[in-house]
């Protein structure tokens, strides 16, 4: 999705950044629907953003319909609205806290850690640690989370 939005907001090519969040859209969604800790994680991400008023362009709009519409005809698994609810909670204190905290403080240590959404990192790595889903979640979403990096100094190289 990183790349979306930066073609998005950057390059202002509409047509490129909703073929890419189309293309997360559906990634994201199989992953939903077929493991539990990734249903938690996407799902969590798409509420935090919703809250945070971060869903803020035709190309999420789409992605955001591509997304519901996988879920909707495979279903997704039973979730616990409590461990669910921690997931969202994170999701959106790492969205507030990237857009806001540098405007309030300037402690490098708090600024690198919702520079780069810790918040969201240690909840889902306790939460796997105490059984709420495997392991494998909390590695997969660091490998998510690098893949988001990767693509902001990506199109950073070719834009």
Do not use: Q, W
Not at 11 to 35: E, K, R, Y
Not at 115 to 120: A, D, G, L, S, W
């Amino acid at each position: 999705m990183k790349y979306s939005d930066d073609l998005f907001d950057v390059n202002n090519n509409l047509l490129f950044a909703s073929i890419f969040g189309v293309l997360c859209g559906i990634a994201s969604a199989i992953a939903t629907v077929s493991d539990v800790g990734a249903a938690y994680v996407f799902i969590a991400i798409l509420i935090g953003n919703l809250i945070a008023l971060k869903v803020d362009g035709i190309h999420h709009i789409i992605t955001l319909i591509v997304f519901v519409i996988v879920c909707v005809i495979f279903g997704i698994p039973d979730l616990s609205l409590i461990i669910l609810l921690i997931c969202i909670i994170a999701a959106l204190s790492d969205e507030i806290g990237h857009e806001t905290i540098s405007n309030v403080t300037d402690n490098a240590f708090i600024n690198l850690f919702f520079e780069y959404r810790f918040v969201m990192k240690i909840v889902i790595f306790l939460l796997a640690i105490f059984g709420a889903f495997d392991v494998l979640v909390f590695i997969y979403f660091i490998f998510f989370e690098l893949a988001y990096e990767i693509a902001g100094i990506v199109f950073e190289k070719l834009n």
